[in-house]
């Protein structure tokens, strides 16, 4: 059986080992965390798109049962008036889902585990290679080396497989906006169970969801220099988002208020593009290949449509440099596009730019 070396333990990667194992891989998935890097406090919304390549994988299951519909969005300006109503998808099992992001990791993982697939958690890439005579080999920062007939790159946006395929590929870009994610512990604002409040605020972008456990999930996107406000604890994440909407009348200020220690940011990132996705056996997937901020809501389910691309490809394809060329001229594009797309909405911070927001 050929052996797929997957190099990363989260969606993309679990994700890729899954479709792969589908169309006769034998994967292994490599993760750099201990415990999987859960990337705690975090939540995302898988859309339409990318419910439907799980639902190819037959791994949906999990994932609805720890998730809630996300039917529709209401845009809203500074002042609490309602711009705008959209639908993005349906209400039910088939339209996007919002959870927390750990939550998509462990069902995953789960999924990929239950099937059979060797998830080694602790092994941080450093080196990869081609074998003499054909394969690769992957060397761990424990000293440990594995090898294998194809390597996937599925390690998110700050890849240590990226600059292994291409010394010259470009780093993260730093977007000019941190983003901080909080749990109200009530619904200090009316929304609809299945609806985002999304806020145009006079400083930031603000939006919250309320959840079936009762608590009002949110984020804020504050534009400002890299690394923040130097926020290190939950109370100055949370400060640092209050003040930026303490002057609108919105409700934005009424929940983050609700709102306890259950709160964390950081600096968000992109990657406009890649030029280099493939080299001999290995191969980019996810955050690692194309990178977006958080604005399209976009990055699970590219990462999700790209192993079941590359699973298809490397089926059809009569050896794995056809596929990965195959696989490529599937997915740049659309990629790209939506990278591209989402960097101009993080730009969006006005009310008057509410109706382009899409």
């Not at 939506?338 to 008057?352: D, E, F, Y």
Request: proline share 6%; net charge negative.
């Amino acid at each position: 059986m050929t052996k797929a070396l997957v190099i990363g333990g989260g969606i993309a990667g679990c994700a890729t080992a899954i479709a792969l194992q589908a169309v006769g891989y034998e994967p292994v998935v490599y993760e750099a965390y201990p415990a999987g890097g859960d990337d705690a406090g975090a939540f995302l919304t898988v859309m339409g798109n990318g419910m439907a390549a799980l639902r190819s994988l037959d791994a949906h299951r999990p994932v609805i049962a720890g998730s809630y519909p996300a039917a529709s969005v209401e845009i809203y300006d500074a002042g609490g008036r309602l711009l705008e109503t959209r639908g993005i998808g349906d209400a039910g099992d088939t339209g996007p889902r919002t959870l927390l992001r750990s939550t998509l990791y462990r069902a995953l993982q789960g999924e990929a585990v239950s099937r059979g697939v060797r998830i080694e958690h602790g092994r941080r890439l450093v080196r990869a290679g081609m074998i003499a005579g054909g394969g690769v080999q992957a060397t761990f920062a424990d000293g440990s080396s594995v090898a294998g007939d194809i390597l996937v790159g599925a390690d998110g946006i700050h890849s240590a497989t990226r600059p292994l395929i291409d010394p010259d590929a470009p780093r993260p870009r730093y977007t000019g906006q941190a983003v901080v994610y909080g749990y109200a512990s009530s619904v200090p604002a009316p929304t609809a169970p299945d609806a985002y409040h999304m806020i145009f605020g006079s400083r930031a972008f603000f939006g919250y969801t309320a959840a079936p456990d009762g608590r009002t999930w949110w984020f804020a996107r504050i534009p400002g220099p890299q690394a923040g406000p130097s926020a290190t604890t939950a109370a100055q994440w949370r400060e640092w988002a209050l003040r930026a909407f303490a002057d609108d009348a919105s409700p934005a200020a009424a929940v983050i208020r609700a709102t306890g220690d259950d709160v964390t940011g950081g600096d968000s990132y992109d990657v406009p593009t890649t030029p280099i996705w493939h080299r001999e056996s290995m191969v980019l997937a996810g955050d690692a290949a194309h990178a977006a901020s958080p604005a399209a809501a976009q990055g699970a389910s590219m990462a999700l449509e790209d192993a079941v691309a590359l699973a298809r490809c490397l089926r059809e394809q009569a050896d794995a440099a056809a596929a990965f060329a195959a696989y490529e001229a599937i997915r740049r594009e659309p990629t790209e596009q939506t990278v591209a797309a989402s960097a101009q909405m993080s730009r969006r911070i006005h009310p008057g730019d509410a109706a382009a927001a899409g």
